[in-house]
């Protein structure tokens, strides 16, 4: 089945700098890729997702990359801000359901 | 609008017990799936509900059982509870049964914990 990983765990920046998250897939049947921002007990929210007919994808300061040879795709943070800090999870899945396979996530650390 | 809604948001079960969770989508909605969140991890698929229709099963045990109704609302059931059902369930809606051209939305989801 699907085997998604996401790297690195734990993701420590100064504020304004950039962040970049990656994560791999297996199953070259994916086409759906969403990222996800979870806060400290609250639910995931959808912050910005991709699609296997489109490269990158931009929203403001956040942006996804998807490179469908090599199975992998990454989410770009840039001028990070304090709220920025969360747990960030991807996910991919196939066209014909929503069984969204996750990855373990990262903790995104905003230094001041 | 209203959101996806979940109930209860926060639960105590001991070991044995059974509990039901409940969910209605979003207006118009006809997919519910269900995830369960164990702290510090990622989600894990449980179902998917399509117009009252099972769509897909993850790898849970047979203590695991769901339902959709014809108002499109859900109902995760959990027999038997184990310590190690203590998580966060969180339940989707979308508009289709897939995910082409469509987003899922979650609710706050349920917190269970099992003593």
């Known amino acids: 089945g699907e085997n998604v990983e996401q790297h690195p765990s734990t993701l420590s920046v100064q504020e304004g700098d950039s962040a970049v998250i990656k994560c791999t897939y297996s199953?070259?049947?994916?086409?759906?890729f969403p990222w996800y921002k979870q806060e400290l007990g609250k639910r995931p929210q959808l912050i910005i997702d991709?699609?296997?007919n489109v490269g990158e994808k931009k929203d403001q300061r956040i942006a996804v990359t998807l490179n469908k040879t090599a199975k992998h795709f990454s989410l770009h943070i840039t001028e990070t801000q304090p709220e920025d800090s969360a747990v960030y999870f991807c996910a991919a899945s196939k066209g014909s359901n929503y069984q969204l396979i996750w990855g373990a996530g990262t903790k995104l650390i905003i230094k001041p | 609008d209203a959101g996806v809604t979940q109930s209860p948001t926060h639960l105590i079960k001991t070991r044995g017990q059974h509990v039901t969770l409940r969910c209605s989508p979003i207006s118009g909605h006809k997919s519910v799936s269900w995830y369960q969140q164990v702290l510090g991890q990622g989600p894990q698929f449980i179902f998917q509900?399509?117009?009252?229709?099972?769509?897909g099963r993850g790898n849970f045990p047979d203590r695991f059982s769901a339902r959709q109704f014809p108002n499109y609302s859900s109902e995760l059931n959990v027999n038997a509870l184990l310590l190690g059902d203590s998580a966060l369930y969180l339940c989707a809606s979308s508009s289709s049964s897939a995910s082409s051209g469509n987003t899922i939305y979650f609710g706050e989801g349920s917190w269970l914990t099992v003593v």
């Open positions: 199953d070259s049947a994916s086409n759906y």
């Open positions: 509900y399509y117009e009252k229709e099972e769509r």
């Open positions: 991709i699609r296997s």
